[in-house]
């Protein structure tokens, strides 16, 4: 295997939504600017690292049909954070959703600068889906970015390279280590600031579609909460994990609902055709928690009100899944189409993904972690619900002025160190300007990579695998159904008990401790080992989460039958994590203060 050092100013790992738009922002590095033709020659040097490519990568891979997150003709994005807050029963970051829809209609003009095309009416206006969305004909929007990034001459932009730790001394970040999927190649990257933009954790649970299909789920099976573990191991703070995502979709294809909920009007209704969203209430978790219970109680199968549509809003249906959700359009076109066929529905496994909740890193209002040098934006980026595409963009920009902004202050200082004039503040020789990546950690990231690595045959890896071993795919499937059946997955229609967590912890560890055996064949099949060793990173952290809130403030999200009611007395609160001495520390943090519109860390 080669060994490849690299040094850049700013390293972002993940070309998603996120990453694609903060490398857009920093390139530019100037208010105002907001694509290649403008830059004015700045020679801050970016690096772009994704595990796949970034034409095609992270959530918007294959497209999507509306922008969920705008501020629509007559609101204000005082209301959407009061949207988002009550979504999530006031356990947000005020801050944070101030920042982000500040920018949504600023970024989405910019994406349709870039090419985007955005669905408009007669009069010259987007067409609404809803009260704060618009639809967009978006299968080609990942393409989009990817083009906008790749047109900036000091942005390079390494395709199918897995990132699988960071190198951090004295919590300050200075860089991260990968492999190339596809050239035997060990990059050891430094940099002076560093962007997480890999997005949430998908494959912690056993999924609707268990075995061959197992992939076949609502969020992108490819985000193994990576960054995530990578975090959670150097001791950074995190946020909220007990608020986990369960999606509600179409049965067997998983396609999205909010299509047909807010574009055709469809109802949730039971097998007695009655109207239930409106008793349990219509938040998202109380959407995915009514068809729960309905089903639980006898009324099952649950369906959204479909027949009796239009022509007109049938045609539109099949237009839009055609696009996002071919496989929904196929199944219609087979089994009878929305307007002869309600269409059944079920919640998705849970996943943690902070751009639906208000799970992820704790960040400041700058997108800072608690680790020095380090940004998060997107769905790995916790306290803003409801961020969805326009959020993600927003974060990205916002963490990569950010990072800029720290990385001109090395410079300065390290010009102060240069020239020995005096500085103001504290003694610069204490701080860590861009320390080097020593040989030793090299050396000791490459011998763990190889340790997965058999002997080398004819440019080829043999499995050191013994006959009835352990596989990537059976101890996966071994960390989902410990999940699924003890830390509130489908199998207990999303409840749990103290007990239950507690043998879920057990059973993690022990599957965490089998890793070490696993062998792979090349470097694509020790990716596959890093990813299960980032789930099972994560999965410990959800229970810890899980275990802390000690009430259901969530249905279904964290349905707790120790304790079944909301305690606004005493969890009224964040409940944070931190990895110290090798255990996972709980920390209650007070709710920010109502309207505060700026959080620094209190180091």
Same mark, same amino acid.
């Given at each position: ?36 033709? =403008? ?40 209301? /959407? ?16 959703? /101030? ?6 209609? %600023?970024?989405?003009?910019?994406? =349709? ?10 009069? @010259? ?63 050891? $990257? ?20 268990? @075995? ?61 055709? =009655? ?58 076109? %087979? ?101 080097? $990546?020593? %040989? ?164």
């Amino acid at each position: 295997m080669k060994i490849e050092r690299l040094k850049t100013d700013l390293l972002i790992i993940g070309g998603g939504t996120a990453g694609c738009y903060a490398a857009i922002t920093a390139a530019s590095n100037a208010d105002g600017v907001q694509d290649a033709a =403008e830059n004015k020659g700045v020679c801050l040097k970016i690096l772009v690292v994704e595990k796949a490519n970034i034409k095609r990568s992270g959530c918007l891979a294959a497209g999507v049909n509306a922008l969920n997150a705008y501020i629509t003709e007559g609101r204000t994005p005082r209301d /959407y954070v009061e949207y988002a807050k009550k979504d999530a029963n006031g356990i947000v970051r005020e801050d944070l959703l /101030y920042s982000i829809s500040e920018k949504f209609n %600023e970024v989405t003009a910019h994406l =349709e600068k870039l090419g985007l095309v955005i669905l408009k009416d007669k009069d @010259g206006k987007y067409v609404m889906r809803g009260n704060r969305n618009i639809k967009i004909n978006g299968e080609n929007i990942k393409p989009i970015l990817a083009d906008a990034v790749k047109k900036f001459p000091n942005v390079t932009v390494l395709n199918h390279v897995n990132i699988f730790d960071f190198s951090v001394h004295d919590n300050r970040i200075d860089g991260a280590f990968g492999f190339g999927i596809e050239n035997d190649t060990f990059y050891a $990257i430094e940099a002076g600031a560093v962007i997480i933009a890999t997005g949430g954790a998908a494959g912690l649970y056993r999924p609707n579609n268990p @075995g061959f299909s197992r992939h076949k789920m609502w969020y992108p099976p490819f985000n193994t909460g990576a960054g995530y573990a990578m975090g959670i191991r150097h001791g950074a703070e995190m946020t909220t994990f007990e608020m986990r995502f369960i999606a509600l979709r179409c049965k067997d294809t998983i396609a999205p609902t909010g299509t047909l909920a807010q574009g055709v009007g469809a109802k949730q209704v039971n097998a007695l055709g =009655e109207v239930y969203e409106t008793k349990y209430g219509i938040s998202t978790s109380e959407r995915v928690y009514g068809t729960v219970a309905e089903n639980l109680e006898g009324r099952g199968p649950c369906y959204l009100r479909t027949v009796g549509i239009t022509p007109e809003q049938e045609e539109s249906l099949l237009k839009a899944y055609l696009n996002m959700a071919p496989s929904q359009t196929i199944r219609w076109i %087979e089994n009878g189409t929305p307007s002869k066929a309600n269409v059944e529905i079920e919640g998705t496994e849970p996943y943690i993904v902070g751009g639906h909740t208000a799970s992820g890193y704790w960040v400041d209002t700058k997108r800072a972690t608690t680790i020095e040098g380090l940004y998060a934006a997107g769905d790995v980026a916790g306290g803003a619900p409801q961020k969805y595409v326009t959020g993600a963009l927003a974060e990205g920009e916002i963490a990569a002025k950010s990072a800029v902004e720290y990385i001109e202050s090395l410079s300065a200082l390290r010009l102060i160190r240069q020239t020995h004039q005096p500085a103001q503040g504290p003694d610069i020789s204490s701080v860590n300007l861009l320390e080097k $990546i020593s %040989e030793g950690e090299v050396a000791e990231h490459v011998a763990e990579i190889k340790k997965f690595l058999g002997k080398r045959v004819n440019n080829t890896f043999e499995k050191a695998r013994d006959e009835g071993g352990d596989t990537v795919e059976h101890l996966e499937e071994e960390m989902q159904t410990v999940m699924d059946a003890f830390a509130g997955g489908i199998k207990t229609g999303y409840r749990y008990s103290e007990n239950q967590l507690a043998v879920a912890l057990e059973e993690i560890k022990k599957i965490e401790a089998r890793t070490d055996s696993l062998r792979a064949a090349d470097l694509q099949e020790v990716m596959y080992i890093y990813e299960l060793k980032e789930r099972l990173t994560v999965c410990k952290s959800v229970i810890a989460h899980l275990a802390a809130r000690h009430e259901t403030r969530w249905h279904s999200f964290a349905e707790n039958l120790d304790y079944p009611e909301k305690d606004n007395e005493h969890f009224r609160k964040y409940v944070n994590s931190r990895l110290e001495n090798g255990q996972i520390k709980i920390i209650l943090r007070e709710l920010t203060a109502e309207g505060q519109r700026n959080y620094e860390h209190q180091h």
